[in-house]
């Protein structure tokens, strides 16, 4: 896979407030989180992409926690994309791509998301940036790209990068309702080791950005003035030495239940197994669990030779219990995932085993030499038939020429 062939600008802090955006998302569910994602604009030139701004998709998560947009959704973005050449507070710039937070799987690209890459995103040197929340608000992130063939590696990304929260808290969401504008007639200069961030004025759907910088009020401090008309209290403990230790030991309690409770698993493990038949992995699952029967759609991935695929499975398909795979390498992971109406179901298994047999062409048995002998006298007299043809063919010419010259003889004597 080819390098990308373009380089990606980007200001500071608009990374930091998509950073931000998904931070919040994975807050909103307490098992896994919520995935958001939003169009990237800017502008293109000759060898560079430059990102300048964001606005978010609407996605009413029909289909659970992950970023599956239904026919609503679709039509809103596909409006969306219409009108906004028309946006005063968008000029200058276009659609260059999209985000979208993964909470649950790794940095790449699903199914799901290839689709809708490919049908709103379609340009060449349209992108996809996906972010991957961790711990304390930071987040991995990662770039994909067209190569100049048209392929997209969807398994991993080649520009995979961190970043790190730098005082910006998410806040709540607000409704769905087109974001308040943005100014961005200059376009932002990327940011160089060791500069300080360029400064951001891009408004987010998921979050308002507050500045570290900016003291807090601390709601156990009290103002001087209080302090003075405060009277001072002889031979009783004041109230604020009892609630400062309660305080403390009430902390202390709810981080020692916090770590020592184990942690829920985010999906509910499902049997599965493996079978190799003749170059045929069967994946067989227990299609009579009562779970199953409430699920609406699942997904199966397959890595195998150095590629991943992700293939959708219908509500039928999940409850047959069973799919066929023809491997191409002797070392295949596949893992499943079924959403129903509570936490989801999932399995993974990892197939090693000799490479895949291959299909020799049988090849055809020799004529002997009477056979050759027959078809060399068929071959004589086929062309004999063959020249005599020729020669009718050419005595039927001359005779059309005679007699279109006597015919235009007879009308030049007229």
Request: aromatic residues 6%.
């Amino acid at each position: 896979m080819p390098e990308c062939p373009f380089s990606i600008e980007y200001p500071h802090g608009l990374m930091q407030e998509l950073r931000a955006a998904v931070a919040y998302g994975q807050q909103a569910f307490t098992r896994g989180g919520m995935e958001v994602g939003g169009v990237l604009f800017g502008t293109r030139s000759e060898g560079a992409l430059s990102i300048r701004a964001w606005r978010p998709i609407a996605c009413e998560h029909a289909n659970g926690p992950a970023l599956l947009l239904s026919e609503r959704d679709r039509n809103e973005l596909k409006e969306f994309l219409e009108e906004a050449a028309t946006l005063p507070d968008l000029a200058g710039a276009e659609p260059v791509g999209w985000f979208l937070s993964h909470t649950r799987s790794e940095i790449s690209l699903r199914e799901s998301d290839l689709n809708l890459y490919r049908e709103f995103f379609p340009a060449a040197s349209d992108i996809v940036l996906v972010l991957r929340p961790g711990r304390h608000g930071a987040a991995r992130a990662g770039f994909f790209f067209r190569s100049p063939e048209g392929a997209i590696r969807s398994d991993h990304s080649l520009f995979e990068f961190n970043i790190e929260r730098e005082g910006v808290r998410p806040s709540m969401p607000m409704e769905r309702t087109p974001p308040p504008p943005v100014e961005i007639s200059a376009p932002h200069e990327r940011r160089r080791r060791g500069a300080a961030p360029a400064p951001v004025d891009t408004a987010t759907a998921w979050v308002r950005t507050t500045r570290s910088d900016v003291p807090e009020p601390d709601p156990l401090a009290t103002s001087p003035a209080n302090d003075e008309m405060e009277p001072v209290l002889t031979g009783k403990r004041s109230w604020r030495w009892i609630a400062l230790p309660v305080a403390a030991l009430v902390a202390i309690g709810w981080l020692y239940m916090a770590r020592t409770r184990a942690p829920e698993p985010a999906e509910i493990p499902i049997e599965m197994t493996i079978t190799d038949r003749g170059g045929q992995l069967v994946v067989e699952w227990d299609h009579s669990r009562p779970e199953l029967l409430r699920v609406r759609a699942g997904e199966i991935s397959v890595t195998d030779a150095g590629g991943k695929v992700s293939i959708a499975l219908t509500a039928a398909e999940v409850q047959a219990g069973s799919f066929t795979w023809t491997r191409k390498s002797g070392d295949v992971r596949i893992s499943l995932r079924f959403d129903g109406a509570g936490k989801p179901l999932g399995a993974s298994a990892h197939f090693l085993g000799a490479p895949p047999p291959q299909q020799r062409p049988e090849r055809a048995a020799e004529p002997d030499s009477a056979e050759l002998d027959r078809l060399r006298k068929e071959n004589i007299e086929l062309r004999g038939e063959i020249d005599r043809a020729k020669a009718r063919a050419d005595q039927a010419e001359t005779a059309v020429r005679v007699l279109r010259e006597r015919l235009d003889a007879t009308e030049t004597k007229k």
